[in-house]
């Protein structure tokens, strides 16, 4: 039989248990919680280097948080729109993910109005474009639009007098954004320079007749946007059908360091950033070292994305004033220049994010200034 005092005891030990359980519910309720996010990106498959390399910068970011979020990842394979589609159901209707993260601009075509449609936050760790912010503003891209590199690309045409160009592009892998920004640009500024579109699927790189058709309009220049491994393809066929032209890489297809691999887009021109070399080097070396392999540059992007995410996020969660989905791209849209790894940056209000380019030529062991001073 218990006594009174046990009685008391247990009474007070109950009322403690019951105190802890309403202070957690208490927190809850005020949003101070660990955020549900769900990334979709390319983890397998021909562009699965650069999938892998957003996933090991968003865990980076992560565990360098002081309010971590709970993180859920799933595989777009080769960029498919069908897999993306997959992905952000389960995450949405299996796991109740608060925030998506998308990759390539197929599959966030795809889901960015059912994200709307559920209030859900929406980011982008890949290219966009105008025409994607401007039918999709819920979402914002922590990577410069396509539109922005057209118009670097544009005054490399003018400064060489070209006439005439190609672009070969992998189709739902932001091809057809980036070749109408290039296209836009060169209206814009009324150049007298004609491009035509050559796509193919991302898995089935173009074949020897496919060149030589491509070589039979006699291009200034050819612009590449693929994976990496399927440029390099390319430009060794080009150089053995003797084309003696231009070629120009897309800003996210050169990603890696290793001499040989980068040998054979010797003398290419292609758009880079102005990083942060120190803050890169070391987030670079951590994933590297976790990945056990080569990391695509592209990570530091989602790298610093991501830190910006969380932390506007729980800077909302604190507030408590508005809905996640109204509250973080308030905060993140100010326009206001931030620093990181990847050097300058600035989230605008369209959803697109600003960072200064430089137009380089690939060389042996690093860049040259590809612009005449």
Not at 57 to 77: K, R
Request: charge should be neutral.
């Amino acid at each position: 039989m218990l006594r009174t005092k046990d009685f008391k005891t247990l009474a007070t030990v109950f009322l403690s248990a019951l105190a802890i359980v309403n202070a957690a519910f208490a927190d809850n309720s005020h949003g101070k919680k660990h955020l549900k996010i769900g990334i979709i990106a390319p983890l397998s498959g021909a562009v699965a280097t650069w999938g892998r390399s957003v996933q090991s910068a968003i865990e980076l970011a992560n565990s360098e948080s002081d309010n971590p979020a709970e993180l859920f990842f799933e595989d777009e394979e080769s960029c498919s729109s069908t897999k993306a589609l997959s992905a952000f159901l389960s995450l949405t209707n299996q796991r109740g993910v608060d925030i998506i993260v998308a990759s390539c601009l197929g599959g966030a075509r795809v889901i960015a109005p059912m994200a709307r449609a559920k209030n859900l936050p929406m980011f982008i760790s890949g290219r966009s474009s105008h025409e994607f912010q401007s039918a999709h503003p819920n979402a914002l891209s922590w990577l410069s639009l396509l539109n922005y590199e057209g118009q670097y690309i544009a005054d490399l045409i003018r400064e060489r007098g070209w006439k005439k160009g190609t672009a070969l592009v992998a189709s739902d892998y932001f091809g057809q954004q980036f070749a109408q920004g290039i296209s836009d640009a060169v209206t814009a500024s009324k150049l007298p320079f004609s491009l035509k579109l050559r796509e193919f699927n991302l898995d089935s790189p173009p074949v020897g007749a496919d060149l030589v058709a491509t070589l039979r309009d006699k291009p200034d220049a050819v612009i590449l946007m693929t994976g990496e491994s399927t440029a390099a393809f390319v430009v060794k066929q080009l150089a053995a059908l003797r084309y003696n032209g231009a070629i120009i890489l897309q800003s996210s297809m050169l990603q890696t360091h290793d001499k040989a691999a980068r040998r054979p887009f010797n003398g290419a021109f292609v758009l880079r950033f102005d990083i942060n070399q120190e803050l890169f080097s070391r987030a670079r070396e951590s994933i590297a070292a976790k990945l056990g392999q080569d990391v695509a540059d592209d990570f530091v992007f989602s790298y610093d994305g991501f830190k910006a995410l969380l932390k506007e996020s729980h800077s909302c969660q604190e507030a408590a004033t508005s809905p996640l989905n109204e509250c973080i791209p308030a905060k993140m849209r100010n326009e206001e220049w931030r620093e990181g790894a990847s050097g300058r940056f600035r989230f605008m209000r369209d959803g697109s994010t600003e960072r200064p380019m430089k137009l380089k030529v690939v060389a042996e062991g690093g860049y040259a200034d590809a612009m005449s001073p």
